[in-house]
């Protein structure tokens, strides 16, 4: 028995690989049973997750006149459009299509500002690309964490991307200590005195999907840089006082969190980047105090998932996606020294 099991109240993974949710099924196999990629199991269940449930469906729905019109407002419309689903796609493990390398495109010749390569709330009307003063290091980060799970890693745009979130993200806690350049510095809420939670997570969780033997010092710094901001806020606490949690509805775990995040999601990407830290250990324990008698986890957030083409999940039940994800976390902080 592996030596995190005993964490877990009960073993959820026979739930998890329940064929009636291929999507969570092909994940648990990767993440949780070390399967890989070309096992003849896993191909299995990555293709039935094309074929059954809630990513064929979202892609069904995507082909309908009505929202291929609607693709202009791949931000604004929270959460239907393109970016939103784009993501939701990627955390529930879809492949690369022809109709979603499409919306990949779309996004790129249109959210994407040109000239640093940042992504962008609105399109440019006069020049096309990203309307410069929209840009937002959330929707960076994010952008880029789905598009390296569609397959453009090596795409120039997708490396422009990454050199956006190395030059421009900024980590100044309570003290403007290092001011944001023009004309990103018009987003007060996202650079100001204090830099947001959110924009530094998204940004960790988009250079967190560029492979280890591909960071360069720049990368590795600004990983480094991000994953220090959000330890000394011991996640979800006020740095300047421990004794207060700064982001309380952190506590309520969802899936999928779009700009938004969770204590879960930030373990998430912690662990997966190899970090340990003693600053991680109040959110391990409130991660454990959540798990039922039956070793699954509920959905206390649905706020985004309600939102989307296809809602995901339902509040106060229990959720594969997230017990997948804590058992994940679990699982990788365990096996860390």
Not at 209 to 221: D, F, G, L, Q, T
Not at 283 to 305: F, P
């Amino acid at each position: 028995m592996d030596s995190w099991m005993p964490m877990l109240k009960e073993d959820p993974t026979p739930w998890l690989l329940e064929k009636s949710n291929p999507s969570a099924r092909y994940l648990t196999l990767i993440n949780i049973l070390d399967k890989p990629e070309h096992d003849d199991e896993v191909q299995a269940a990555k293709i039935e997750l094309m074929e059954i449930g809630i990513v064929n469906e979202l892609l069904q729905k995507q082909r309908e006149e009505e929202y291929i019109q609607a693709f202009h407002r791949f931000y604004t419309w929270k959460y239907k459009g393109l970016v939103w689903s784009l993501i939701a796609l990627a955390e529930l493990g879809a492949s690369t299509t022809p109709q979603i390398k499409e919306q990949c495109e779309y996004l790129l010749e249109n959210s994407q500002e040109r000239q640093d390569g940042g992504f962008s709330q609105n399109t440019a009307k006069k020049t096309g690309g990203g309307r410069i003063t929209e840009v937002i290091p959330c929707l960076t980060g994010n952008m880029i964490w789905s598009l390296v799970h569609f397959g453009y890693l090596d795409d120039p745009r997708v490396q422009k991307a990454i050199e956006w979130i190395v030059r421009f993200v900024r980590f100044n806690d309570g003290i403007e200590e290092d001011p944001q350049v023009p004309p990103y510095d018009r987003c007060e809420i996202c650079w100001g005195a204090h830099t947001c939670h959110m924009g530094v997570v998204k940004a960790l969780k988009g250079l967190s999907a560029v492979p280890e033997e591909r960071r360069s010092k720049e990368i590795n710094k600004t990983i480094q840089q991000a994953t220090e901001f959000i330890l000394m806020h011991h996640i979800y606490k006020r740095s300047h006082n421990l004794n207060r949690k700064s982001k309380p509805g952190w506590l309520k775990f969802g899936f999928p969190l779009m700009y938004q995040t969770d204590v879960l999601e930030i373990l998430d990407i912690l662990t997966g980047l190899g970090i340990k830290d003693s600053r991680m250990e109040d959110a391990i324990g409130i991660l454990l105090s959540k798990q039922d008698e039956t070793g699954r986890w509920k959905a206390e957030n649905t706020y985004n998932s309600d939102r989307l083409l296809i809602p995901v999940g339902q509040k106060d039940k229990q959720n594969k996606w997230i017990t997948l994800r804590a058992v994940t976390v679990l699982k990788r902080y365990d096996r860390m020294s």
